[in-house]
């Protein structure tokens, strides 16, 4: 897991990365055009930078993803084409898609999480219990993941109704909301 994984994990993924990843999880291991990109995130009437604005939004995506695009293991770019979406989705891998590599998270970033982990349920006890208005939460599990998958890696869409994780099995997109 990356360093700043417990940070990253609380963020919002904004409207164009959102529709990027999603662009790609629908055509997983196919090439998606920059043109075809450029369709749906920008109308036809609408005058930017296209190739400062897309290459923005995918990096805020690889960073999300905690991905890199000299290594990738999720998001490949062809030059001038566009990008391929290398992870298998829902578990079920392509053939064109190569496999992702796994990673097993050292003791010192486990450590780091469970501390962030333990502070962060510290502060808001303290919070809850310093409150004079009595603020129900409710837990919700979002992902089942096994203990030997772990979520690497997750974002909520900008209108709250999707979660996107990635795990060593590839990239998943769940409903959370249907509001």
Do not use: C
């Not at 997983?28 to 920059?34: K, L, Y």
């Not at 939004?57 to 991905?67: E, H, N, P």
């Not at 000299?70 to 391929?84: D, Q, V």
């Not at 003791?107 to 919070?127: E, N, Q, Y």
């Amino acid at each position: 897991m990356p360093a700043n994984f417990a940070a990253r994990r609380q963020d919002r993924l904004q409207e164009q990365p959102f529709q990027v990843l999603a662009m790609l999880l629908e055509r997983p291991g196919e090439i998606v055009t920059r043109e075809e990109l450029h369709s749906r995130l920008w109308p036809a009437d609408t005058f930017v930078d296209f190739d400062h604005g897309l290459n923005a939004a995918v990096k805020r995506l690889r960073d999300a993803l905690g991905d890199s695009a000299e290594n990738p293991r999720f998001i490949e770019t062809l030059a001038r084409r566009g990008y391929r979406l290398l992870a298998p989705v829902n578990g079920a891998a392509r053939e064109t898609t190569p496999a992702v590599p796994q990673e097993r998270p050292s003791w010192r970033k486990v450590l780091a999480v469970a501390f962030l982990l333990v502070a962060g349920v510290m502060a808001g006890w303290h919070a809850g219990h310093r409150s004079s208005a009595a603020v129900r939460f409710t837990e919700r599990r979002l992902t089942a993941n096994p203990e030997n998958d772990p979520v690497i890696s997750a974002a909520i869409s900008p209108d709250g109704k999707y979660l996107a994780f990635t795990s060593r099995t590839g990239i998943f997109l769940r409903a959370v909301s249907n509001r």
